[in-house]
């Protein structure tokens, strides 16, 4: 079965930094396009970032751009998601997903981010 499980989340003061980590299984990793998302409470979840299977190519949202960077190891079956100065704005909780297919998302449990001071 598909398992997405994300790590790394916690409080940390604006300007700070954190790493997330997405743990994948159940489906043939490296051949799929990773991606990042948001929720914040209130509000519609938000794309972050997005890596394709080898990992040449990647994609941010405008509001992270420059801050925050995307990665895999498709060894260990991971992605990763290095966030540097952050702002309240990025408090939410933060999902791992990838798309297998139409109508065919998967998720992990999400990683509480909590950005203040």
């Known amino acids: 079965q598909v398992q997405l499980v994300e790590s790394g989340g916690g409080l940390v003061q604006p300007g700070g930094s954190l790493r997330l980590s997405c743990a994948a299984s159940g489906f043939n990793f490296r051949t799929y396009t990773m991606s990042w998302y948001r929720q914040a409470p209130g509000k519609e979840r938000e794309y972050v970032a997005s890596?394709?299977?080898?990992?040449?190519?990647?994609n941010y949202a405008d509001s992270v751009k420059g801050r925050f960077t995307i990665s895999r190891d498709n060894v260990q079956n991971t992605v990763r998601l290095q966030m540097n100065s952050l702002k309240s704005e990025d408090t939410a909780v933060y999902y791992c997903?990838?798309?297998?297919?139409?109508?065919?998302?998967?998720w992990g449990q999400g990683t509480q981010v909590t950005v203040s001071s």
């Open positions: 997903g990838v798309r297998l297919g139409y109508r065919d998302d998967y």
């Open positions: 890596i394709v299977s080898t990992g040449g190519v990647t």
